[in-house]
């Protein structure tokens, strides 16, 4: 089989660059060839499915029709498992093989188990395909308690699910705080008094040493030998970008596909975005940034670049950005919680809330590097263009660090007259 | 070709952070008067002066729509909205990182996010304000309506830079359309080639190069052949101001005293401008001209223009009506009824065409200059037929002063103050007339 573009992935940076192509380059045999046995959904609405809050039939990112109507094949079922960059081709887990002109890998991350004893022989549940949601949801419905392995962010979802549907969860994180890589100690005490409040057990700054099978749910022994015994455990430790189909094929990797500031990889005519990606950061080094926007970015630079667009702008740097939900309440996150350390530049750390409401700020030389908050809302988008801009806040910064929001919109609207 | 779509226009300017938009956002979309659940969002004056805004720019690449992982965000195709649909909203908030522009917010009284629908293509903000600074635009209707249509005139016309004659004859023959015979007297339209050089002509439909003097009969007698041997044309005639006012204005009387069914448009720039910049019979007071030179003894014209729009209308043939191309949508709908009025009576068009050589003004401001005429009522834009009587398509109720207008213009840069407190005086006098004529047709009634 041939076709001029083939993305591999069905989410989000595959759909953009799907989008992109198809803007510039309206004819041009484009395949989407995906592991998933479904039509595109996104990994993030996962958490929504297992509450029931979303339907995996309501989910659908691009129907048949969208396929249709732009020339689109997409090929549901079909796992890489090598690519043989000399021959520009691919192939699949069934055997098949498939040649391309110009390929984007867009395979996204698979859940990184940690490595703790017995995991291997008791049941576990993980999060990251429609399929896992499914039987998560099912899960849950028969569990009366359940361990969840990891606090960050799909853990935490998951166990505020579990938590509603009146599971009895414990929550086990090595660190000292949940959601520690997006908020500073402060922030998360905040949002795990909501979750105590809410009757989940946190037990923080503790590993897993071993679980063990019994009957239809696990044993879990923590290191400092107490143990926890569940109907389910979930495990959330984090995720590791699908790369294992490209051992051999000569493609430089890091912790991902590294990529250059058009998404191109080491080897011609091969592209990667999202989550697989490891492009450059926005304060240097290159990172695998496994967040929504970033992987709609890079796929349409990407797809833009596939596609021969000569206009088509540069990766401006990752940058760190979350909004979380919890028990109703809102926590945003954009940027970094830290100034950068020994830059020999300003920075100027600026905090404030209560039991219920936050806010941080962190100015480097006069200019945003990061901002938090908690139940107080900011327009996440407004403060990632003044951090890529690297706006002057100087002449505002009073008035920025006491109503953000405002004046965010203001600069903004300003900027854009 | 894709489609273009209504849009808010915000007038920075003309506003003084009243709130008025905002109280009328809630209440059509919440029934309260709490801004919180406005959508528009004026924010109050910075350091800087400026009023600001926060509001949804319903992009044609919607970021909050590609960062919508739920599928709750869509652009829809017809309206151009970026529609939300709370059923499959799960507040994930992921859409407000995507907006730059805080087009889509979330409030904690409101409970969800929150963007601006358009209220359908009738914005109850733009109803609301008392200073005009919000405007609904529509004229994506025109692109869409007429941008495949047929262009009836060659490529390569030689008009001058900045020209909006040839805008303006090429816009208005896409909607006439190829069933059509155009007269062209003397003027700039045949002098830029629409009716050919050497044998080949400049135009798709029949047009031929009437006499100054004879336009609007030799157009009513061609038209009145094609009627009789059964063809429906529209007869249409593109003259300068001198073939109508001046020279040409005996036979253009006589059609519309005789109701003759032909259009005749009227491109005004206010002078012989193809053979040198001669005054004509409504070039403007104090206006250079070749022939009113500025000197020891003149100063610009000395006599008033004649309000040449107004004449045609007291002879009571079937339309009459005014217009400039920074009003597009305002001439769009004055040529719809003009060409329908055309197949019985008379329609007649008088287009303001300001020109960049004659006048003396830089290429790239015509439609500047256009929209000043506008806007410091230096000319009106109304209509006219007998049934109703005249009537403003664009009040302009608050006019810039007419200075700001004539100051664009090279022409009346030798202006004295008291030349222009003149001309500011006989614009007032002017807008009185039409008004005195606009209240005439209202007591008049239906």
């Known amino acids: 089989m041939h076709s001029k573009y083939i993305i591999v992935g069905s989410s989000h940076a595959a759909l953009e660059a799907a989008t992109a192509i198809r803007l510039i380059d309206a004819e041009g045999a484009l395949t989407l060839l995906t592991r998933d046995a479904h039509l595109p959904y996104s990994p ?106 990891g606090a960050g962010l799909i853990g935490m979802h998951a166990a505020e699910n579990m938590a509603k549907a009146g599971v009895a969860v414990s929550v086990v994180e090595l660190q000292p705080h949940v959601l520690s890589g997006y908020f500073e100690p402060r922030a998360s005490a905040i949002i795990e008094r909501s979750f105590a409040r809410n009757g989940v057990r946190l037990v923080l700054g503790q590993s897993l040493a071993s679980v063990e099978r019994r009957g239809e749910g696990c044993l879990a022994t923590l290191a400092d030998g107490k143990t ?177 929001r405002r004046v965010g919109r203001q600069l903004m609207s300003q900027i854009w007259r | 070709m894709g489609k273009c779509f209504s849009t808010l226009q915000f007038h920075a300017s003309r506003c003084d952070g009243c709130g008025d938009c905002m109280t009328a956002c809630a209440q059509a979309k919440a029934d309260t008067d709490d ?49 939300w649909a709370e059923g499959k909203c799960v507040n994930c908030l992921l859409c407000t990182a995507g907006c730059a522009y805080a087009g889509i917010v979330y409030e904690e009284a409101v409970g969800h996010v929150t963007k601006c629908d358009l209220c359908g293509g009738d914005p109850a903000c733009v109803k609301a304000c008392p200073n005009e600074a919000l405007e609904y635009r529509t004229a994506a209707r025109i692109f869409n309506d007429y941008a495949d249509k047929e262009d009836m005139f060659c490529r390569g016309l030689a008009a001058c830079h900045g020209c909006n004659s040839e805008l303006l004859i090429r816009h208005t023959m896409r909607m006439v359309g190829p069933d059509s015979v155009v007269a062209a007297p003397p003027g700039c339209i045949p002098g830029m080639g629409t009716v050919g050089y050497n044998g080949q002509t400049g135009a798709k439909v029949p047009i031929f190069h009437s006499l100054l003097t004879n336009t609007a009969t030799m157009l009513a007698g061609v038209k009145m052949q094609y009627n009789r041997v059964g063809r429906n044309v529209t007869a249409i005639a593109l003259a300068g101001d001198g073939g109508t006012s001046d020279a040409g204005f005996q036979s253009v009387s006589g059609a519309a005293e005789r109701n003759d069914p032909i259009l005749f448009i009227c491109v005004d720039n206010e002078g012989y401008m193809n053979t040198g910049m001669q005054s004509s019979g409504v070039t403007p007071y104090g206006s250079w001209t070749s022939t009113t030179p500025v000197g020891g003894r003149m100063q610009g014209k000395h006599t008033e223009a004649k309000n040449l729009p107004v004449i045609m209308a007291m002879h009571n043939c079937s339309y009459v009506a005014t217009a400039s191309t920074a009003f597009l949508e305002d001439y769009y709908a004055k040529l719809e009824k003009a060409i329908e009025v055309a197949k019985t009576g008379m329609a007649y068009l008088h287009v303001y065409a300001p020109c960049p050589t004659g006048w003396r003004f830089p290429s790239g401001m015509t439609t500047q200059v256009c929209r000043m005429q506008v806007r410091t009522n230096f000319i009106a834009l109304w209509e006219y037929d007998p049934g109703n009587g005249l009537r403003f398509t664009h009040p302009v109720n608050r006019p810039e002063p007419v200075a700001e207008y004539l100051k664009l213009v090279g022409k009346y840069r030798h202006l004295s103050e ?7 005086h006989t614009v007032d006098a002017k807008i009185a007339y039409l008004q005195q004529l606009t209240q005439m047709a209202a007591s008049r009634g239906p």
């Open chain 2, 35 to 83: 801004p919180a659940y406005a959508r528009i969002r004026i924010l109050p004056k910075t350091e800087s002066g400026g009023v600001e805004l926060a509001l949804c720019r319903q992009c044609a690449d919607p970021v909050c729509v590609m960062n919508c992982p739920s599928g709750a965000l869509s652009k829809n195709g017809d309206s151009g909205v970026i529609d």
């Open chain 1, 228 to 404: 926890i015994a569940a109907d389910l455990l979930l495990v959330c430790t984090g995720v590791k970008p699908n790369i294992g189909f490209l051992d051999g094929s000569g493609l430089e990797v890091d912790a991902g596909i590294l990529v250059d500031d058009w998404m191109r990889t080491s080897l011609p005519n091969i592209w990667a975005a999202g989550d697989v990606a490891q492009a450059r950061g926005f304060w240097g080094g290159k990172v695998v940034n496994g967040i929504l926007p970033n992987a709609v970015e890079q796929g349409r630079i990407a797809g833009l670049g596939m596609a021969g667009d000569a206009g088509v702008k540069p990766f401006p740097g990752a940058v760190p950005l979350n909004t979380y939900s919890f028990f109703g309440q809102q926590a945003i996150s954009v940027g970094r919680g830290r100034g950068h350390a020994g830059a020999g530049c300003q920075i100027e750390i600026e905090e404030s809330g209560d039991e219920a409401v936050y806010r941080r700020i962190v100015l480097e030389d006069g200019r945003l590097a990061g901002i938090a908050t908690i139940n107080d809302f900011v327009d996440a988008g407004i403060m990632w263009q003044l951090i890529l801009r690297r706006t002057d806040l100087s002449p505002v910064k009073a008035a920025f660090i006491a109503d953000p």
């Open chain 1, 44 to 149: 993030t609405i996962l958490p929504y499915l297992v509450s029931g809050r979303a339907r995996p039939d309501k989910v659908v990112l691009r129907g048949q029709n969208y396929f249709r109507d732009n020339a689109i094949a997409y090929v549901p079922g079909a796992a890489a498992v090598s690519l043989d960059p000399a021959l520009e081709s691919l192939r699949l887990e069934s055997g098949e093989t498939w040649r391309y002109d110009r390929l984007l890998i867009a395979t996204g991350a698979a859940p990184a188990l940690p490595p703790v004893r017995g995991l291997d022989d008791v049941p576990f549940h993980v999060l990251r395909s429609m399929d896992d949601a499914v039987d998560l949801r099912q899960a849950i419905g028969q569990a009366r308690s359940a361990i969840v392995l």
């Open chain 2, 418 to 424: 008291e030349q222009v407190a003149h001309i500011q």
